[in-house]
Nanobody, 123 residues
Framework: HVQLVESGGGSVQAGGSLRLFCTAS??????MGWFRQAPGKRREGVAM???????NYADSVKGRLTISRGNANHTLYLQMDSLTPDDTATYYC????????????????????WGQGTQVTVS
């Protein structure tokens, strides 16, 4: 049974930083990443990291957000710097159901495991 649990969200002023955490149980290998969803908008991919440490970012967050994994692959991080109000959203930790080489594209239906989400508000 796979369970993903996010934490670390909160409120911050524009230009500030936050660090999100995702703790995984029952899933310790393969691709993991983050999506986000703002009110009234579709859920969109933010950043992914595969089992070899290769990363992929949405254009809107490149250079500001950094994804990484803990040594045991049980924990996923998202360091968020230079935040803007456009980053305000609920952030979801995710992983594909099938173990893949690399990561699927930023398509919601390609990812079958989801956390409950953590709110990030930038004012």
């Amino acid at each position: 049974h796979v369970q993903l649990v996010e934490s670390g969200g909160g409120s911050v002023q524009a230009g500030g930083s936050l660090r999100l955490f995702c703790t995984a149980s029952g899933y310790t290998s393969g691709c993991m990443g983050w999506f986000r969803q703002a009110p009234g908008k579709r859920r969109e991919g933010v950043a992914m990291i595969d089992s070899d440490g290769r990363t992929n970012y949405a254009d809107s967050v490149k250079g500001r957000l950094t994804i990484s994994r803990g040594n045991a692959n049980h924990t996923l991080y998202l360091q968020m710097d230079s935040l803007t109000p456009d980053d305000t959203a609920t952030y979801y930790c995710t992983a594909p159901r099938s173990v893949t080489y690399g990561c699927p594209p930023f398509i919601v239906s390609s990812y079958g495991y989801w956390g409950q989400g953590t709110q990030v508000t930038v004012s």
